[in-house]
């Protein structure tokens, strides 16, 4: 039988749930505000853990907003917005707080803040929009589920992007190639890119300009998802970093590599997807910039092949399951004066620093609110050698 119950939620932790005790259990709560008394539901247990969702909520959070999206709570998409954008943010500073003491075992956390996004609606550049030709269905799984929720309107689309998701509704099933499951999008200053292409809908190449430097990607390779925060994003990471030589791990289409190329005599750059690390070339080719070579290797192949002089600085902007252990220990053994954490998983993050703060110490750390009203944060750490 289903178990319900009444709960208090004390407070939001990293991952996005409320935490709530019960009969000596712990709840997690999902899209719950701090200090709502809610009735829930419990959908599964781990080990000791209810994860459950809210049936009623008898006396809302004096912080509680009403989400105004309304596939909210079955879009798999936003979990936040049930808060208003202040709370988020200082949420957001909590939840990285969070997994620098307990994950990374840090103390003597610099004081930082989360700086918000100019635009906390219609702000996404990039998405996956998920297809079920059976049902005839175009949007984003439901939480929790591999349902695809059928979306007319995402509030956080960039209107460029917003109007495809209408086109795209409105193309004909039949000319949607048999087994498409997902379609990846990206907008840019000249468009918008999808992947795989079909219909009217090419893999165009795409341009963004951010602090003077020209980006070309297309939705075959990642790009960050705000572009309206990359620029205070990118002077944060670099700081005023310069000198001989320089690591971009993890890099891209060179969002980094094309501003350290002008601080740096030589910059090396290692990215995974091809497609990615062919932009990251051609970015570079196009800006004049002849002293950066980008390497198309894991990071992990990288350092078990390659070996380079003496490194002055590295950055590394790893995806969310953080840098694998032997990336680590490669940074450790190249040992440069500094390094640049930029990570979008607090948790990973944390992992990852444990292992670097026994040479290093954090100089100073800065969240960017890349993924507003969601539980997402986007954290740089900065970091110099004892
Ligand atoms: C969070 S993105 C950062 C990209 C770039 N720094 C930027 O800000 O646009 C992570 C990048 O790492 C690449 N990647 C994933 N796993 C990798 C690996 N093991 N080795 C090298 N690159 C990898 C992805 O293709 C992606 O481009």
Not at 77 to 85: K, S, V
Not at 269 to 285: D, P, T, W, Y
Request: with cysteine.
């Amino acid at each position: 039988m289903t178990e319900r119950f009444e709960v208090e939620v004390e407070r939001i932790l990293p991952g996005g749930m409320g935490l709530a005790h019960a009969g000596g259990k712990t709840v997690f709560v999902s899209l719950a505000a701090p200090g709502d008394r809610v009735r829930v539901r419990v959908d599964r247990r781990q080990g000791d853990v209810l994860f459950a969702s809210i049936e009623e909520i008898l006396t809302p959070s004096p912080v509680r907003v009403e989400p105004p999206c309304p596939y909210f709570g079955r879009c798999g998409g936003c979990d936040f917005q049930q808060l208003p954008y202040e709370v988020q943010l200082a949420t957001k500073a909590d939840m990285i707080r969070d997994c620098l003491r307990r994950i990374g075992r840090l103390e003597n956390i610099p004081d930082f803040v989360v700086t918000g996004s100019p635009d906390n609606w219609r702000y996404r550049m990039r998405a996956t929009w998920q297809i079920d030709q059976e049902e005839r269905t175009i949007g984003y799984y439901e939480r929790g589920s591999r349902r695809v929720c059928d979306v007319a309107d995402c509030a956080v689309l960039l209107p460029e992007l917003q109007e495809k998701l209408e086109q795209v509704r409105a193309t004909e099933w039949n000319r949607f190639p048999r087994g498409l499951k997902h379609l990846d999008v990206v907008a840019g200053e000249n468009g918008v890119s999808f992947a795989p292409p079909f219909a009217e809908f090419d893999t165009r190449e795409l341009m963004l300009t951010i602090r003077g430097e020209v980006y070309n990607y297309n939705a075959e390779a990642f790009f960050q998802i705000n572009p309206s925060l990359l620029g205070p994003l990118i002077d944060f990471a670099l700081g005023d970093a310069s000198g001989e030589t320089v690591l971009d791990l993890y890099c891209g289409v060179g969002l980094f590599t094309l501003p350290l190329s002008r601080r740096f005599k030589k910059v090396i750059g290692v990215e995974a997807n091809s497609s990615a690390a062919r932009f990251a070339r051609r970015n570079l080719q196009r800006a004049g910039l002849t002293n950066a070579r980008v390497i198309t290797a894991t990071v992990t192949d990288w350092f078990r092949s390659d070996g380079t002089g003496p490194v002055d600085f590295i950055l590394l902007d790893p995806p969310r399951a953080g840098a694998e252990s032997a990336v680590i220990k490669g940074i450790l053994d190249l040992g440069p004066a500094e390094i640049s954490y930029v990570s979008c998983d607090p948790a990973t993050l944390a992992r990852d620093l444990k292992k670097l703060v026994g040479s290093y110490t954090i100089t100073s750390i800065r969240g960017f609110d890349l993924f507003p009203q969601t539980h997402h944060v986007e954290t740089v750490v900065r970091l110099r050698k004892q």
